[in-house]
């Protein structure tokens, strides 16, 4: 299992982010993929999650209305949208698929939110 997250970066408060993570080593599109975040600190959190079919979907209640998560299963990917980004939006943030990953994380993606 391998997860590749990219997309991040410095943005204002207000901008937008697409995060994309291309995923291997699995059946991608036999399997629920999640996106988490972690700050210094602080236990890592679930902020979304997809069916393998992409249509049932869970997000962390402050993401919701501002966070995206998709999935293309013919290019082994999950994306995360996210406008509005607020400072408390800054973090690393990471996919997984929970079924699959045997606690296994990537590296992660750094999001920060400032002026």
């Known amino acids: 299992v391998r997860f590749v997250e990219s997309g991040g970066g410095l943005v204002q408060p207000g901008g937008s982010l697409r995060l994309s993570c291309a995923a291997s080593?699995?059946?991608?599109?036999?399997?629920?993929m999640t996106w988490h975040r972690r700050t210094p600190g602080k236990e890592r959190e679930l902020v979304a999650r997809?069916?393998?079919?992409?249509?049932?979907?869970y997000y962390l209640d402050s993401a919701k209305g501002r966070f995206t998560i998709s999935r293309d299963n013919f290019k082994n990917t999950v994306y995360l949208g996210m406008n509005s980004l607020k400072p408390e939006d800054t973090a690393v943030y990471y996919c997984?698929?929970?079924?699959?990953?045997?606690?296994?994380w990537g590296q992660g993606t750094q999001v920060t939110v400032s002026s």
């Open positions: 997984n698929a929970p079924s699959v990953s045997g606690g296994y």
């Open positions: 080593g699995f059946t991608f599109s036999s399997y629920a």
């Open positions: 997809i069916d393998s079919a992409g249509g049932i979907t």
